[in-house]
């Protein structure tokens, strides 16, 4: 069964990465939320999309303390996701990004976070980033722990590079954009034994599409569109 995974908690149904979008989610029935984290100044993680708030201030110049009313941490969201299949972490860290992280030590926060969870939700967990390097270190840190390599292109190869990458780094999971997605990359990453999450679509025949040629699991804002879609 292809797991219906609500994106940013249900970004389309309540504020993004807020408590109320994760309830959303389970409200409406989903199997699994996304979720973004960004450090703060004092190496909290904060779930949050972008290095600053709207007003401009930046999270790494902030303090858990001083996070805005409505915005959490990532200990408090996954108190929310209790009981979701699937739980799948974005670690926000880019060589490009104000708050870049060089060390990877944000890696090793989001380790501790989940350590601290009952064992037997381990394997709920699906740490993903687009920088390589930043899902190696949480693969080295916690090898029990599947990581996907978020990805927003594939090339001419119908994704044979990004797959021999990901396999050869020991992930577990891609994580293309759904545009990029065709039955050869799926067909490709299911040999390898990687799972196949697609972001971010809203779209019912798409979805319905994405499920046929066999992904794992569709990032979507909408879950309760993607499950009428699918007949769930």
């Not at 504020?15 to 996304?34: I, K, Q, T, W």
């Not at 973004?36 to 999270?59: E, K, W």
């Not at 029990?144 to 119908?158: H, K, S």
Request: charged share 25%; proline share 5%; aromatic share 4%.
């Amino acid at each position: 069964m292809t797991l219906v995974i609500g994106h940013k908690g249900a970004a389309g149904l309540a504020r993004e990465n807020s408590l109320v979008a994760f309830r959303a989610a389970r409200r409406v029935g989903a199997d699994g939320v996304e979720l973004d984290v960004r450090r703060t100044g004092d190496g909290a993680l904060a779930v949050h999309h972008d290095p600053n708030l709207p007003d401009g201030r930046a999270l790494l110049g902030l303090t858990a303390d001083e996070l805005p009313e409505g915005m959490v941490a990532l200990p408090a969201v996954l108190d929310a996701c209790e009981g979701l299949a699937l739980v799948n972490v974005e670690i926000k860290n880019w060589p490009l990004d104000p708050d870049y992280d060089e060390s990877l030590g944000i890696a090793e926060a989001v380790v501790a976070a989940l350590a601290a969870r009952p064992d037997a939700e381990r394997d709920r967990y699906v740490v993903s980033c687009f920088h390589l390097e930043t899902i190696d270190r949480m693969r080295e840190l916690a090898p029990d722990v599947v990581t996907g390599w978020l990805v927003g292109l594939v090339g001419p190869d119908d994704g044979a590079q990004v797959v021999a990458e990901a396999g050869r780094r020991g992930h577990r999971a891609l994580h293309p954009h759904h545009g990029l997605v065709t039955s050869g990359l799926v067909e490709r990453a299911h040999a390898a034994g990687l799972s196949v999450n697609a972001w971010t679509c809203n779209e019912p025949d798409r979805i319905r599409w994405l499920a046929d040629v066999g992904v794992d699991g569709i990032i979507t804002d909408v879950p309760d569109v993607a499950l009428r879609a699918l007949g769930r």
